[in-house]
């Protein structure tokens, strides 16, 4: 089963905008990770925050991580199309188990 | 590129056929695990091997037997499909920690069942 929905489910943007995704999650974890799929590929890991960490960049990505309110958010910076892709939120806990969100599919035009 | 390999990147296959999915590592990790995804869902996770020991079974139908030979190679035998099993099925590797470095994924077998 999911553990975690997203939303939006899509979203467009024009090149140079910003783009948020939201994820939300059900149980406690260890560290929470966005993932990038672009179609019928797989998927490439973009970034990790651990649950006691509250925010992370790397390049034009920033997450933040709200324990208390078992949400996360990635924001894409200065958007460009080849950032045309499905975004995945992804929850590992305890266990040696990686468990998908509903994922947001992300459309960046010209 | 990749540095988890899949083979066959596509496979189509009859319901009585008998065939195998392939994944390659050399990343020196030692958890590895097979992923089905349906167009536009998220990735559904089937198994876990952890030090070359299935782990994790996520009550997968037996038509689908995982293997794993050795540290770098994972196999997923497939026999009597069905075509509600068509699907992209994606290989996995980590640290085997929970993935406390992130998971890096092959490219996927495209599955269609006829």
């Known amino acids: 089963s999911q553990q975690g929905e997203e939303d939006p489910q899509a979203l467009s943007i024009q090149e140079g905008e910003n783009a948020t995704m939201n994820c939300s999650y059900k149980?406690?974890?260890?560290?929470l990770q966005w993932y990038r799929q672009n179609s019928g590929r797989g998927l490439v890991h973009l970034i990790l925050i651990r649950s006691n960490e509250r925010e992370k960049h790397s390049g034009r990505l920033r997450v933040t991580l709200d324990t208390s309110k078992k949400s996360s958010s990635l924001l894409i910076t200065a958007s460009r199309a080849a950032d045309t892709a499905s975004y995945f939120c992804?929850?590992?806990?305890?266990?040696?188990?990686?468990?998908f969100g509903t994922g947001t599919r992300l459309q960046v035009t010209l | 590129d990749t540095e988890v390999t899949q083979t066959p990147k596509h496979l189509v296959m009859g319901m009585t056929n008998k065939k195998s999915l392939k994944c390659e590592q050399h990343m020196g990790h030692r958890a590895m695990y097979w992923y089905k995804q349906k167009a536009k869902k998220p990735p559904e996770l089937m198994f876990v091997?952890?030090?070359?020991?299935?782990?994790i079974n996520e009550s997968v139908p037996s038509r689908f037997s995982p293997e794993c030979p050795n540290s770098s190679l994972l196999n997923l035998h497939l026999h009597a499909l069905q075509p509600e099993d068509s699907a992209l099925y994606l290989c996995?590797?980590?640290?085997?920690?929970?993935?406390?470095?992130?998971?890096?994924f092959g490219s996927g077998t495209r599955l269609t069942v006829v």
């Open positions: 091997y952890s030090y070359e020991k299935l782990s």
């Open positions: 149980t406690s974890i260890n560290n």
């Open positions: 996995a590797s980590s640290q085997p920690t929970g993935g406390s470095h992130g998971y890096t």
């Open positions: 992804a929850t590992s806990g305890t266990a040696s188990k990686l468990t």
